[in-house]
Protein backbone atom coordinates (compact mmCIF):
# COMPACT_ATOMS: atom_id res chain seq x y z
CA UNK A 1 0.00 0.00 0.00
CA UNK A 2 0.84 3.77 -0.52
CA UNK A 3 2.72 5.42 2.53
CA UNK A 4 0.62 8.12 3.62
CA UNK A 5 1.28 10.84 6.16
CA UNK A 6 -1.88 12.65 8.10
CA UNK A 7 -2.57 16.13 7.74
CA UNK A 8 -2.81 17.37 11.37
CA UNK A 9 -5.42 19.49 12.69
CA UNK A 10 -6.08 20.59 16.20
CA UNK A 11 -8.58 20.09 17.66
CA UNK A 12 -9.85 23.69 19.55
CA UNK A 13 -13.15 23.24 20.41
CA UNK A 14 -13.11 19.90 21.57
CA UNK A 15 -12.47 18.14 24.90
CA UNK A 16 -10.15 15.72 23.90
CA UNK A 17 -8.26 12.48 25.80
CA UNK A 18 -5.48 13.60 24.24
CA UNK A 19 -5.29 17.53 24.76
CA UNK A 20 -1.78 17.54 23.03
CA UNK A 21 -2.48 15.10 19.82
CA UNK A 22 -3.55 16.20 16.65
CA UNK A 23 -5.33 14.10 13.73
CA UNK A 24 -5.97 13.84 10.57
CA UNK A 25 -9.25 15.82 9.50
CA UNK A 26 -11.58 12.92 8.09
CA UNK A 27 -14.34 13.49 5.70
CA UNK A 28 -15.79 10.44 4.38
CA UNK A 29 -16.43 6.79 4.64
CA UNK A 30 -17.01 4.27 1.65
CA UNK A 31 -16.76 0.40 2.03
CA UNK A 32 -13.88 -0.52 4.36
CA UNK A 33 -12.42 3.17 3.69
CA UNK A 34 -12.25 6.26 5.22
CA UNK A 35 -11.01 9.22 3.43
CA UNK A 36 -9.24 12.38 4.48
CA UNK A 37 -9.42 15.82 3.39
CA UNK A 38 -6.49 15.27 1.08
CA UNK A 39 -8.27 12.13 -0.52
CA UNK A 40 -5.88 10.05 1.21
CA UNK A 41 -7.77 6.41 1.91
CA UNK A 42 -7.30 4.71 5.36
CA UNK A 43 -8.19 0.91 5.31
CA UNK A 44 -10.18 0.74 8.48
CA UNK A 45 -8.86 -2.37 10.17
CA UNK A 46 -10.70 -1.54 13.49
CA UNK A 47 -14.02 -0.71 12.83
CA UNK A 48 -14.02 2.69 13.34
CA UNK A 49 -11.51 2.33 15.90
CA UNK A 50 -14.17 -0.28 18.29
CA UNK A 51 -15.24 -2.89 16.64
CA UNK A 52 -18.76 -0.51 15.14
CA UNK A 53 -18.97 -0.46 11.23
CA UNK A 54 -19.81 -3.95 10.57
CA UNK A 55 -22.09 -3.43 7.32
CA UNK A 56 -18.80 -1.18 5.97
CA UNK A 57 -18.87 3.18 6.08
CA UNK A 58 -21.48 5.29 3.56
CA UNK A 59 -24.06 2.21 3.04
CA UNK A 60 -26.75 4.01 0.36
CA UNK A 61 -29.78 1.81 1.82
CA UNK A 62 -29.16 2.54 5.19
CA UNK A 63 -28.75 5.74 4.78
CA UNK A 64 -32.26 5.93 2.33
CA UNK A 65 -33.48 4.45 5.44
CA UNK A 66 -32.41 6.67 7.55
CA UNK A 67 -33.58 9.55 5.91
CA UNK A 68 -36.86 7.97 4.80
CA UNK A 69 -37.67 7.78 8.75
CA UNK A 70 -36.78 10.51 9.74
CA UNK A 71 -39.05 12.31 7.16
CA UNK A 72 -41.88 9.93 7.96
CA UNK A 73 -41.67 10.29 11.89
CA UNK A 74 -38.35 10.21 13.93
CA UNK A 75 -39.38 9.58 17.32
CA UNK A 76 -42.35 8.51 19.52
CA UNK A 77 -42.98 8.05 23.14
CA UNK A 78 -43.39 3.89 23.67
CA UNK A 79 -46.07 4.29 26.73
CA UNK A 80 -48.04 6.14 24.24
CA UNK A 81 -47.79 4.82 21.01
CA UNK A 82 -46.75 2.00 19.49
CA UNK A 83 -45.00 1.62 15.73
CA UNK A 84 -45.51 -1.00 12.98
CA UNK A 85 -41.56 0.09 12.01
CA UNK A 86 -41.01 -0.81 15.49
CA UNK A 87 -42.75 -3.82 16.09
CA UNK A 88 -41.46 -5.11 12.76
CA UNK A 89 -37.74 -4.66 14.05
CA UNK A 90 -38.19 -5.75 17.05
CA UNK A 91 -39.66 -9.55 15.54
CA UNK A 92 -36.30 -9.52 13.08
CA UNK A 93 -34.39 -8.74 16.27
CA UNK A 94 -35.19 -11.57 18.29
CA UNK A 95 -35.14 -13.54 15.11
CA UNK A 96 -31.68 -12.97 14.69
CA UNK A 97 -31.26 -14.02 17.99
CA UNK A 98 -30.70 -17.45 19.20
CA UNK A 99 -34.31 -19.02 20.18
CA UNK A 100 -35.85 -18.72 22.47
CA UNK A 101 -35.01 -14.75 22.91
CA UNK A 102 -38.39 -13.31 22.23
CA UNK A 103 -38.21 -9.72 23.41
CA UNK A 104 -36.44 -6.27 23.14
CA UNK A 105 -35.84 -2.79 23.35
CA UNK A 106 -33.54 -0.05 21.96
CA UNK A 107 -31.21 2.37 23.79
CA UNK A 108 -28.59 4.48 22.76
CA UNK A 109 -25.16 2.50 23.19
CA UNK A 110 -23.39 -0.48 24.76
CA UNK A 111 -23.35 1.41 28.12
CA UNK A 112 -26.79 1.61 28.50
CA UNK A 113 -27.19 -1.64 27.31
CA UNK A 114 -25.04 -2.92 30.03
CA UNK A 115 -27.28 -0.60 32.22
CA UNK A 116 -30.26 -1.75 30.93
CA UNK A 117 -29.55 -5.67 31.07
CA UNK A 118 -28.24 -5.62 34.98
CA UNK A 119 -31.71 -3.60 35.84
CA UNK A 120 -33.68 -6.36 34.04
CA UNK A 121 -31.80 -8.82 36.06
CA UNK A 122 -32.46 -7.09 39.04
CA UNK A 123 -35.81 -6.52 38.59
CA UNK A 124 -36.23 -10.49 37.44
CA UNK A 125 -35.32 -11.58 40.72
CA UNK A 126 -37.25 -8.69 42.56
CA UNK A 127 -40.38 -10.07 41.09
CA UNK A 128 -39.57 -13.81 42.46
CA UNK A 129 -39.77 -11.47 45.94
CA UNK A 130 -35.73 -11.55 46.35
CA UNK A 131 -34.89 -8.32 47.86
CA UNK A 132 -31.05 -9.07 48.90
CA UNK A 133 -29.62 -9.63 45.05
CA UNK A 134 -27.60 -6.59 44.42
CA UNK A 135 -24.70 -7.78 43.35
CA UNK A 136 -23.07 -8.60 39.84
CA UNK A 137 -20.29 -10.95 39.06
CA UNK A 138 -18.17 -9.41 36.83
CA UNK A 139 -14.31 -10.24 35.76
CA UNK A 140 -11.06 -8.17 36.15
CA UNK A 141 -10.07 -7.39 32.12
CA UNK A 142 -13.16 -6.51 31.00
CA UNK A 143 -15.04 -3.68 29.57
CA UNK A 144 -18.21 -2.97 29.54
CA UNK A 145 -19.04 0.87 29.25
CA UNK A 146 -18.58 4.20 30.91
CA UNK A 147 -21.11 4.86 33.19
CA UNK A 148 -20.38 4.34 36.40
CA UNK A 149 -22.12 0.90 37.01
CA UNK A 150 -20.98 -0.12 33.75
CA UNK A 151 -17.23 0.95 34.82
CA UNK A 152 -18.19 -0.78 38.38
CA UNK A 153 -19.05 -4.37 36.85
CA UNK A 154 -16.36 -4.01 34.40
CA UNK A 155 -12.64 -4.38 35.32
CA UNK A 156 -10.83 -2.34 33.50
CA UNK A 157 -8.34 -0.68 35.68
CA UNK A 158 -7.09 2.08 33.76
CA UNK A 159 -10.58 3.54 33.09
CA UNK A 160 -12.10 1.81 36.39
CA UNK A 161 -9.81 3.39 38.90
CA UNK A 162 -10.14 7.22 38.37
CA UNK A 163 -14.09 6.82 39.40
CA UNK A 164 -13.73 4.35 42.59
CA UNK A 165 -14.53 7.10 44.90
CA UNK A 166 -18.24 7.14 42.83
CA UNK A 167 -19.11 3.68 43.07
CA UNK A 168 -20.79 1.50 45.51
CA UNK A 169 -18.33 -1.39 45.95
CA UNK A 170 -20.62 -4.12 46.00
CA UNK A 171 -19.92 -5.86 43.12
CA UNK A 172 -17.81 -8.58 42.49
CA UNK A 173 -14.54 -9.45 39.94
CA UNK A 174 -13.61 -13.14 39.14
CA UNK A 175 -10.25 -13.61 36.84
CA UNK A 176 -10.83 -13.65 33.44
CA UNK A 177 -10.17 -16.61 31.35
CA UNK A 178 -7.04 -15.66 29.36
CA UNK A 179 -5.55 -19.21 28.04
CA UNK A 180 -2.80 -17.92 26.73
CA UNK A 181 -1.75 -16.26 30.15
CA UNK A 182 -2.73 -19.26 32.03
CA UNK A 183 0.24 -19.60 35.01
CA UNK A 184 2.83 -21.96 33.09
CA UNK A 185 2.09 -24.93 35.35
CA UNK A 186 -1.00 -25.74 34.74
CA UNK A 187 -2.86 -27.32 31.50
CA UNK A 188 -5.61 -25.58 29.47
CA UNK A 189 -8.37 -28.07 31.34
CA UNK A 190 -6.88 -27.74 35.03
CA UNK A 191 -6.53 -23.64 34.07
CA UNK A 192 -10.46 -23.83 33.61
CA UNK A 193 -11.45 -25.80 36.76
CA UNK A 194 -9.30 -23.50 38.67
CA UNK A 195 -11.66 -20.50 37.61
CA UNK A 196 -14.38 -22.68 38.08
CA UNK A 197 -13.55 -23.37 41.61
CA UNK A 198 -12.70 -19.92 42.12
CA UNK A 199 -16.42 -18.88 40.78
CA UNK A 200 -17.91 -21.42 42.59
CA UNK A 201 -16.66 -20.30 46.22
CA UNK A 202 -17.60 -16.70 45.64
CA UNK A 203 -21.13 -17.80 44.72
CA UNK A 204 -21.09 -20.26 47.82
CA UNK A 205 -19.83 -17.15 49.75
CA UNK A 206 -22.53 -14.74 48.46
CA UNK A 207 -25.64 -16.89 48.08
CA UNK A 208 -28.59 -15.17 47.25
CA UNK A 209 -26.99 -11.91 46.57
CA UNK A 210 -25.64 -12.39 43.32
CA UNK A 211 -28.11 -10.75 40.15
CA UNK A 212 -26.35 -11.97 37.35
CA UNK A 213 -23.03 -13.39 35.36
CA UNK A 214 -21.94 -10.47 33.02
CA UNK A 215 -19.51 -11.43 30.94
CA UNK A 216 -18.07 -11.00 27.10
CA UNK A 217 -18.16 -13.85 25.09
CA UNK A 218 -14.82 -13.09 23.70
CA UNK A 219 -13.37 -10.04 25.48
CA UNK A 220 -12.47 -6.99 23.03
CA UNK A 221 -10.93 -3.76 24.14
CA UNK A 222 -9.71 -5.08 27.46
CA UNK A 223 -7.76 -8.33 26.41
CA UNK A 224 -7.59 -8.21 22.55
CA UNK A 225 -10.18 -10.75 21.28
CA UNK A 226 -9.83 -13.58 23.98
CA UNK A 227 -12.06 -16.20 23.24
CA UNK A 228 -12.20 -18.66 26.60
CA UNK A 229 -11.56 -22.09 26.93
CA UNK A 230 -13.91 -24.22 25.21
CA UNK A 231 -16.04 -25.34 27.95
CA UNK A 232 -15.71 -22.03 30.31
CA UNK A 233 -19.43 -20.81 29.67
CA UNK A 234 -21.28 -23.87 29.68
CA UNK A 235 -19.43 -24.91 33.16
CA UNK A 236 -20.27 -21.40 34.21
CA UNK A 237 -23.92 -21.69 33.01
CA UNK A 238 -24.21 -24.74 35.14
CA UNK A 239 -23.12 -22.57 38.46
CA UNK A 240 -25.03 -20.03 37.69
CA UNK A 241 -28.50 -22.07 36.85
CA UNK A 242 -27.82 -24.16 40.63
CA UNK A 243 -27.61 -20.29 42.40
CA UNK A 244 -30.71 -18.78 40.01
CA UNK A 245 -27.44 -16.17 39.16
CA UNK A 246 -28.89 -14.95 35.04
CA UNK A 247 -25.93 -14.60 32.69
CA UNK A 248 -25.72 -11.68 30.78
CA UNK A 249 -23.70 -11.86 27.73
CA UNK A 250 -21.90 -8.66 26.81
CA UNK A 251 -22.16 -8.56 22.85
CA UNK A 252 -21.60 -4.96 22.27
CA UNK A 253 -18.86 -5.68 20.17
CA UNK A 254 -19.02 -9.57 19.54
CA UNK A 255 -22.58 -9.24 18.26
CA UNK A 256 -24.07 -8.86 14.67
CA UNK A 257 -21.23 -11.26 12.94
CA UNK A 258 -18.41 -9.80 14.47
CA UNK A 259 -17.26 -12.98 15.55
CA UNK A 260 -18.19 -15.10 12.18
CA UNK A 261 -21.39 -15.69 14.40
CA UNK A 262 -24.64 -13.68 14.47
CA UNK A 263 -23.93 -13.48 18.39
CA UNK A 264 -20.70 -14.29 19.80
CA UNK A 265 -21.89 -16.54 23.12
CA UNK A 266 -23.07 -18.80 19.42
CA UNK A 267 -19.52 -20.30 19.61
CA UNK A 268 -19.95 -21.14 23.26
CA UNK A 269 -23.38 -23.26 23.35
CA UNK A 270 -25.68 -20.61 23.77
CA UNK A 271 -25.85 -20.18 27.52
CA UNK A 272 -26.74 -16.12 28.13
CA UNK A 273 -29.84 -15.75 29.62
CA UNK A 274 -29.39 -11.47 28.37
CA UNK A 275 -27.58 -10.26 25.76
CA UNK A 276 -26.52 -6.61 25.76
CA UNK A 277 -26.18 -5.24 22.33
CA UNK A 278 -24.85 -2.05 20.43
CA UNK A 279 -22.02 -0.94 17.71
CA UNK A 280 -22.60 -3.59 14.90
CA UNK A 281 -26.64 -3.42 15.72
CA UNK A 282 -26.40 -0.23 13.63
CA UNK A 283 -23.07 -0.17 12.14
CA UNK A 284 -22.83 3.27 13.72
CA UNK A 285 -25.60 4.79 11.43
CA UNK A 286 -27.13 5.80 15.03
CA UNK A 287 -26.62 5.86 18.21
CA UNK A 288 -27.94 2.42 19.13
CA UNK A 289 -27.92 -0.13 21.76
CA UNK A 290 -30.56 -3.46 22.21
CA UNK A 291 -31.13 -5.31 25.71
CA UNK A 292 -33.09 -9.07 24.44
CA UNK A 293 -34.29 -11.09 26.93
CA UNK A 294 -34.74 -14.58 26.94
CA UNK A 295 -38.18 -15.65 27.97
CA UNK A 296 -36.97 -17.31 30.95
CA UNK A 297 -36.30 -13.99 32.07
CA UNK A 298 -39.44 -12.44 31.22
CA UNK A 299 -41.47 -15.11 32.16
CA UNK A 300 -41.53 -13.95 36.34
CA UNK A 301 -41.63 -10.23 35.20
CA UNK A 302 -44.34 -10.12 32.90
CA UNK A 303 -46.56 -12.49 35.86
CA UNK A 304 -45.80 -10.17 38.94
CA UNK A 305 -47.38 -7.06 36.16
CA UNK A 306 -44.63 -4.60 36.92
CA UNK A 307 -43.45 -3.42 33.55
CA UNK A 308 -39.91 -3.29 33.34
CA UNK A 309 -38.61 -0.18 35.16
CA UNK A 310 -36.20 1.52 32.97
CA UNK A 311 -37.19 3.50 29.80
CA UNK A 312 -35.68 6.62 28.51
CA UNK A 313 -36.49 9.57 25.98
CA UNK A 314 -34.72 7.66 23.02
CA UNK A 315 -35.91 4.10 23.65
CA UNK A 316 -37.54 2.18 20.92
CA UNK A 317 -38.09 5.35 18.53
CA UNK A 318 -38.96 4.71 15.06
CA UNK A 319 -35.95 6.44 13.98
CA UNK A 320 -33.62 3.74 15.14
CA UNK A 321 -35.77 0.61 14.25
CA UNK A 322 -35.57 2.06 10.89
CA UNK A 323 -31.96 2.13 10.59
CA UNK A 324 -31.67 -0.89 12.58
CA UNK A 325 -34.08 -3.07 10.16
CA UNK A 326 -31.88 -1.91 7.65
CA UNK A 327 -28.60 -2.77 8.70
CA UNK A 328 -30.30 -6.65 9.43
CA UNK A 329 -31.53 -6.70 5.92
CA UNK A 330 -27.54 -5.60 4.47
CA UNK A 331 -25.89 -8.29 7.03
CA UNK A 332 -28.52 -11.06 5.80
CA UNK A 333 -28.61 -10.00 2.09
CA UNK A 334 -24.65 -9.38 1.89
CA UNK A 335 -24.29 -12.88 4.09
CA UNK A 336 -22.04 -10.90 6.22
CA UNK A 337 -21.88 -13.15 8.97
CA UNK A 338 -20.41 -16.29 6.93
CA UNK A 339 -18.32 -12.98 5.08
CA UNK A 340 -16.84 -12.85 8.77
CA UNK A 341 -15.92 -15.98 9.32
CA UNK A 342 -14.44 -17.15 5.97
CA UNK A 343 -12.50 -13.57 5.98
CA UNK A 344 -11.81 -13.46 8.99
CA UNK A 345 -10.04 -16.95 9.03
CA UNK A 346 -7.73 -15.34 5.96
CA UNK A 347 -6.66 -12.16 8.25
CA UNK A 348 -6.32 -14.46 10.97
CA UNK A 349 -3.70 -16.61 9.02
CA UNK A 350 -1.91 -13.41 7.21
CA UNK A 351 -1.78 -11.99 10.70
CA UNK A 352 -0.32 -15.69 12.27
CA UNK A 353 2.89 -15.08 9.78
CA UNK A 354 4.21 -12.37 11.72
CA UNK A 355 4.34 -14.35 15.02
CA UNK A 356 8.19 -14.94 13.61
CA UNK A 357 8.49 -10.61 13.76
CA UNK A 358 10.31 -9.36 17.01
CA UNK A 359 7.94 -8.51 19.94
CA UNK A 360 4.52 -10.23 18.37
CA UNK A 361 3.78 -12.51 21.35
CA UNK A 362 -0.26 -14.04 20.17
CA UNK A 363 -2.38 -13.67 17.80
CA UNK A 364 -6.03 -14.35 18.28
CA UNK A 365 -9.56 -14.11 18.33
CA UNK A 366 -12.86 -15.72 16.02
CA UNK A 367 -13.94 -14.60 12.95
CA UNK A 368 -12.98 -10.56 12.08
CA UNK A 369 -12.31 -10.27 15.50
CA UNK A 370 -8.30 -10.51 15.79
CA UNK A 371 -6.09 -9.47 18.77
CA UNK A 372 -2.32 -9.37 18.20
CA UNK A 373 -0.36 -9.38 21.77
CA UNK A 374 2.84 -7.59 22.24
CA UNK A 375 5.77 -8.97 24.28
CA UNK A 376 9.27 -7.81 25.06
CA UNK A 377 10.56 -11.70 25.73
CA UNK A 378 8.90 -14.12 23.80
CA UNK A 379 9.61 -16.93 26.15
CA UNK A 380 8.22 -15.30 29.37
CA UNK A 381 5.29 -13.52 28.04
CA UNK A 382 6.93 -10.34 29.76
CA UNK A 383 5.11 -7.42 28.31
CA UNK A 384 6.91 -4.56 27.08
CA UNK A 385 7.57 -1.36 29.75
CA UNK A 386 3.99 0.77 29.86
CA UNK A 387 6.03 3.72 28.97
CA UNK A 388 7.42 2.68 25.69
CA UNK A 389 3.84 2.61 24.54
CA UNK A 390 4.64 0.03 21.89
CA UNK A 391 1.23 -0.89 20.83
CA UNK A 392 0.04 2.95 20.35
CA UNK A 393 3.66 3.35 18.06
CA UNK A 394 2.46 0.61 16.14
CA UNK A 395 -0.90 1.97 15.67
CA UNK A 396 0.91 5.44 14.86
CA UNK A 397 3.22 3.81 12.10
CA UNK A 398 0.07 1.56 10.49
CA UNK A 399 -1.93 4.80 10.29
CA UNK A 400 0.92 6.64 8.81
CA UNK A 401 0.75 3.79 6.12
CA UNK A 402 -2.88 3.87 5.34
CA UNK A 403 -4.40 1.28 7.90
CA UNK A 404 -6.42 2.04 10.72
CA UNK A 405 -5.82 -0.06 14.13
CA UNK A 406 -6.84 0.44 17.92
CA UNK A 407 -4.04 0.15 20.42
CA UNK A 408 -4.81 -1.05 23.93
CA UNK A 409 -3.45 -1.31 27.22
CA UNK A 410 -3.61 -3.43 30.40
CA UNK A 411 -3.36 -6.92 28.68
CA UNK A 412 -1.74 -8.06 31.93
CA UNK A 413 -3.85 -7.20 34.62
CA UNK A 414 -4.81 -3.84 33.61
CA UNK A 415 -1.69 -2.49 34.04
CA UNK A 416 0.62 -3.81 31.90
CA UNK A 417 0.89 -5.02 28.58
CA UNK A 418 -0.62 -3.67 25.20
CA UNK A 419 -1.71 -5.07 21.83
CA UNK A 420 -4.25 -4.14 18.92
CA UNK A 421 -7.45 -5.15 18.05
CA UNK A 422 -8.40 -5.31 14.98
CA UNK A 423 -12.22 -5.30 14.21
CA UNK A 424 -12.40 -4.33 10.37
CA UNK A 425 -16.24 -3.79 8.55
CA UNK A 426 -17.33 -7.47 7.82
CA UNK A 427 -17.11 -6.33 4.09
CA UNK A 428 -13.56 -6.68 3.86
CA UNK A 429 -12.11 -8.64 1.07
CA UNK A 430 -9.46 -11.35 1.28
CA UNK A 431 -6.85 -8.10 -0.87
CA UNK A 432 -7.59 -5.70 1.69
CA UNK A 433 -6.96 -8.38 4.51
CA UNK A 434 -3.58 -8.71 2.78
CA UNK A 435 -3.16 -4.87 2.73
CA UNK A 436 -3.88 -4.70 6.53
CA UNK A 437 -0.86 -7.82 7.17
CA UNK A 438 1.50 -5.95 4.88
CA UNK A 439 1.07 -2.67 6.88
CA UNK A 440 1.39 -4.19 9.81
CA UNK A 441 4.16 -6.04 9.49
CA UNK A 442 6.17 -3.28 8.22
CA UNK A 443 4.84 -1.01 11.07
CA UNK A 444 6.04 -3.57 13.42
CA UNK A 445 9.48 -3.57 12.26
CA UNK A 446 9.49 0.36 12.00
CA UNK A 447 8.98 0.25 15.78
CA UNK A 448 11.17 -2.75 16.54
CA UNK A 449 14.48 -1.29 15.25
CA UNK A 450 13.76 1.86 17.40
CA UNK A 451 12.63 0.18 20.90
C1 LIG B 1 -17.61 -5.00 25.34
C2 LIG B 1 -18.14 -3.61 25.47
N1 LIG B 1 -19.21 -3.38 26.24
C3 LIG B 1 -19.74 -2.15 26.38
C4 LIG B 1 -19.17 -1.07 25.74
C5 LIG B 1 -19.77 0.31 25.89
O1 LIG B 1 -20.37 0.69 24.70
P1 LIG B 1 -20.61 2.24 24.35
O2 LIG B 1 -19.26 2.83 24.16
O3 LIG B 1 -21.45 2.19 23.11
O4 LIG B 1 -21.35 2.84 25.48
C6 LIG B 1 -18.05 -1.26 24.93
C7 LIG B 1 -17.43 -0.12 24.23
O5 LIG B 1 -16.39 -0.19 23.64
C8 LIG B 1 -17.52 -2.56 24.80
O6 LIG B 1 -16.43 -2.80 24.05
Known amino acids: MPSVRPRHVIHSHLVCADYDA?????????????????????????????????IGHGHPAVAAALARQAQTLAVH??????????????????????????????????????????????????????????????????????????LDVGGLKPRRDFYLGLMGGQHLHLSPCFPWRRPAELSEEAYEDSLIDEA??????????????????????????????????????ALCREHDVL???????????????AFGCEHFGNHADILACAKGISGGYVPMGAVIAHDRVLEPIVRSGLPFQSGQTYSCIPLVAAVGEAVLDVIEDERLVEASARVGAHLHEGLCTLLDRRGVGDVRGLGMFLG?????????????????????????????????TYACRGTVEGTQGDHLLFAPPLVLSKGQADDIVDVLGASIDAVMATT
Request: hydrophobic share 40%; net charge neutral; glycine share 10%.
Open 22 to 54: SYPEIVAGEGAYVIDRDGRRYLDASGCTAAVTN
Open 77 to 150: PTHVFHSEVLERYLGRLCAFAPEGFNRAWTICGGTEAIENAVKLAYQYHRAKGRTSRTRVLGRRGSYHGNSILA
Open 200 to 237: AKVLAQHDDEVIAFLAEPVVGAALGAVAPTPRYFERMA
Open 247 to 261: MIADEVMTGFGRTGR
Open 372 to 404: VEFVQDEATKAPFEPALGVAKKVQAAALERGVV
